[in-house]
């Protein structure tokens, strides 16, 4: 059984910044990619920023050089730095991984709950 729980999701005024976190947890023995997407109302569900095992990053156009996106391997966490924050970033964000599992030693993709993010203008 593995948890994927977001955090750091609030109300911001434009221009402003926040940080969300993806932690996980339970019978993990690799995280290995992991993405941040994010779901507005009445839009479809889109991915914003990605993160290889390794480090390697992308983004989604509509966030390059506002939005980073890190992790940290020993921590089993991936974070999203985000500034310069607009209205239009506001959704609900989720984090996707694919973990391969202490039980299985099989790979599997994984969703967390979601945390609200709203930029007010």
């Known amino acids: 059984q593995v948890q994927l729980v977001e955090s750091g999701g609030g109300l911001v005024q434009a221009g402003g910044s926040l940080s969300l976190s993806c932690a996980a947890s339970g019978s993990i023995f690799s995280v290995e990619g992991v993405g941040w997407y994010r779901q507005a109302p009445g839009k479809q569900r889109e991915a914003v920023a990605g993160i290889t095992r390794g480090g390697r990053t992308s983004y989604a156009d509509s966030v390059k050089g506002r939005f980073t996106i890190s992790r940290d391997n020993a921590k089993n966490t991936v974070y999203l730095q985000m500034n310069s924050l607009k209205p239009e970033d506001t959704a609900v964000y989720y984090c996707?991984?694919?973990?391969?599992?202490?039980?299985?030693?099989?790979?599997?993709?994984?969703w967390g709950q979601g945390t609200q993010v709203t930029v007010s203008s």
């Open positions: 996707n991984a694919d973990v391969i599992t202490i039980t299985t030693m099989k790979q599997y993709s994984y």
